[in-house]
């Protein structure tokens, strides 16, 4: 059954048609004027991109890169030995390389941009990766190179999926600037530019869709924007309405290989500090603090008696700037450089775009206690793991059930099982009871509790202890640091 229709001509009771007419009228207007002041003027977006595309163009170029793939060897035709022919088979087979095929070569089409007067251009390593030839082709105005141009490679970085380039031109580069994308904003206006689908210089625009994405790298700081990137574009430059380059095209999400308005350009924060390393020493040189970290989460910090769930874990301390400087596994850095310090990506970003050599104070939490570490940095490029050194024990086989687990002192037989080395301390876990908060966070049979409350556990008493100092202590949940095939990280279990 239908409702009855709303009757358009009712009206309010008592009211005069003139009066409504006017209170209607008012109360439109008034909203009319609320609207307009709550939403920005439409004004402010750009009634076109042309004068910015005629101003970058000339210096955004294609990439056009080429490879010598081998081919698979054919089988050697069929001669008899001694026949007339055998000679001219040789002959043509050693003129066309092994096999008697000439190798193929591979192309493959990007894109980059010029930051320089003197030819330094900026693009994706995975544009000229492997690649033993790199031609340049110019915007076809007037003043640039007609033909294209030879390009070097300067330095590549694969973390970031940077490369810098050099050609040698006969006149000087139109070029473009980076600018600051830490200052771009959720909806701000982009415009993209490249090579895509090898179809030449095209322009695409669209607004910053979200930042600091990360894809899968240590140092991913991405701009996603819904400007069509599409296959080619990778290493072309994502400008802002100044015509500065706020990012670098790098990756597209796509079930089909085309645009659908999920792209990611590398933040020009991250590509201006590692295009100038390239450019000065020809790799990269991060800074190196020496530790392993992981994330304060809530039921963490309350172990421990942090008042929030911010700054980074320390997991584990190899030898390296942070044990010559004292950082001790189970600190929490608050602070480095002056800057403080949210979760871990932070902080392995800050450190890798810290200068090496540069010493730098570091502020951790220790034992309910704030303490100043003064820490000179290393290079992580030169950096090597070292397993830090635990101290031996022979503790007694007693099993027992705590906290959702069946725990054992490890064994040398146990050690043998589990492929520990014999140094190797702790409690192994023999069981998890499913559905218990172990199970749910992850703990499961074969890993070592090497710490509970952050002191050394080798007995099955020894943790009993730490549970009773939490209970005294009014603490609700309990600090294990947990390895597993040699990988430490922190696990906080609430106790009864």
Known sequence: MKAPPIALSARL??????????????????????????IPAHSSAPDSFAELAEKVSPSVVNITTSTAVATAAEPNPIVPEGSPFEDFFRDFMDRNGPGGQAPRRSSALGSGFVISEDGYIVTNNHVIEGADEIEIEF?????????????????TDPTTDI??????????????SFGDSDVMRVGDWVMAMGNPLGQGFSVSAGIVSARNRTLQGSYDDFIQTDAAINRGNSGGPLFNLNGEVVGVNTAILSPNGGSIGIGFAMSSAVVENVVAQLREFGETRRGWLGVRIQDVTPDVAEAIGLSSAAGALVTDVPEGPALDAGIQQGDVILSFDGTDVQDTRGLVRKVGNTEVGKAVR???FRDGNRETLLITLGRREDAEAVVPAA????????????????????????????????SATGLVVR???DGSEAFTKGLREGDVIAEAGQV?????????????AVREAGRKSLLLLVRRDGEPRFVALAIE
């Open 13 to 38: 009771p008592d009211a005069p048609a003139s009066r409504l007419r006017a209170t209607l009228t008012a109360l439109f207007l008034g909203t009319a004027i609320a609207l307009a002041q709550a």
């Open 139 to 155: 915007f076809p105005v007037p003043g640039l190179p007609g033909e294209p141009l030879k390009a070097t490679v300067v330095g």
């Open 163 to 176: 490369a810098l380039l050099k050609v040698e031109s006969p006149t000087p580069l139109p070029y473009v």
């Open 362 to 364: 570091v502020v951790v």
């Open 391 to 422: 101290q031996p024990s022979d503790p007694a086989p007693v099993e027992r059930d705590l906290l959702g687990m069946t725990v054992v002192p490890l064994t040398d037989e146990i050690r043998q099982g589990l492929g520990l080395p014999a």
């Open 431 to 433: 069981a998890v009871e």
């Open 456 to 468: 050394p556990v080798a007995s099955v008493d020894d943790l009993e202890e730490q549970l009773d």
